[in-house]
Nanobody, 123 residues
């Protein structure tokens, strides 16, 4: 049974930083491309960042490019999302997702999802 468990969310002020973590278990982690998505109240789930299974290729939504960094540690079965210069519009529940493929995709067609972690950015 594959499980993804996110952590690291919280309440911060605009301009602050947070690092989200997503720990995977029950799978060969290095076989999966990983993605971070977010969903704000009343909005659809949207792609934030993605990372190839090797860690060598990344992709970002335009809204977070230059502020967020996705990375992974295959030895620890963990993917991270470093979020800097946070803005109130970054407020959402953040989900990590795993897809059995070499590269991430932008649509939410992933095999496994975490339960989400809340990020709230106050102005």
């Amino acid at each position: 049974q594959v499980q993804l468990v996110e952590s690291g969310g919280g309440l911060v002020q605009a301009g602050d930083s947070l690092r989200l973590s997503c720990a995977a278990s029950g799978c060969t982690f290095s076989s999966y491309a990983m993605g971070w998505f977010r969903q704000a109240p009343g909005k659809e789930r949207e792609f934030v960042a993605g990372l190839s299974r090797s860690g060598g290729s990344t992709s970002y939504a335009d809204s977070v490019k230059g502020r967020f960094t996705i990375s992974r540690d295959n030895a620890k079965n963990t993917v991270y999302l470093q979020m800097n210069s946070l803005k109130p519009e970054d407020t959402a529940v953040y989900y990590c997702a795993a897809r059995y493929s070499s590269y991430p995709i932008l649509r939410p067609d992933y095999d496994y999802w975490g339960q989400g972690t809340q990020v709230t950015v106050s102005s």
